[in-house]
């Protein structure tokens, strides 16, 4: 069976999106789910290319019991990662557009989804309003808001996934 493929961008891909990436790993395995659904991040931008998660995002993924490996290298999204993907997560409405624009399908592409849309919250929200803030420039309190948001949306998204590969929550 072909894994079901789930990639996370944001835009250095060493903040918002590997941490997105940690957390629904975790939930995927939690659900059962870890060897049908293969998770991975990238970035739109290429500036932190080759560098690990930031140590500030290391330490709340830690400090929520999320495990942290060291294997992690930032790398630029390409047209083929998004080709090749299932579900493409945008964390802010202008990766979405990036994507889209990468990926030569304009405005529509069901793949391309807002990460934060799959927050039952969220409802109705416009995809400027569901953008995930850079925790990048902030301190401590930014990297918790950043991983809260991302929380909130993950058992969305596994329910999505589940749906798609038509597998009960009771199995």
Do not use: K
């Amino acid at each position: 069976m072909t894994a079901y493929r789930v990639m996370t961008v944001c835009t250095g891909n060493i903040c918002r999106s590997p941490m997105a990436e940690i957390v629904l790993r975790d939930r995927f395995e939690a659900a059962g789910l870890g060897d049908a659904v293969e998770i991975d991040s990238t970035g739109v931008s290429d500036e932190e290319h080759g560098n690990p998660v930031d140590r500030r995002a290391r330490a709340v993924l830690a400090e929520h019991g999320y495990p942290v490996g060291d294997g992690h290298r930032a790398r630029q999204v390409t047209r083929d990662d998004v080709g090749s993907r299932d579900l493409v997560l945008a964390m802010t409405a202008r990766h979405a557009q990036a994507l889209r624009n990468l990926a030569g399908r304009g405005q529509a592409d069901p793949a391309i989804r807002m990460y934060r849309s799959f927050d039952p919250a969220t409802e109705g929200a416009s995809e400027q309003q569901l953008d995930i803030a850079d925790p990048w420039y902030g301190g401590p309190e930014d990297f918790e808001e950043c991983l809260a948001e991302i929380e909130a949306a993950a058992d969305g998204v596994v329910d999505f996934v589940r749906a798609e590969l038509g597998v009960s929550s009771g199995t």
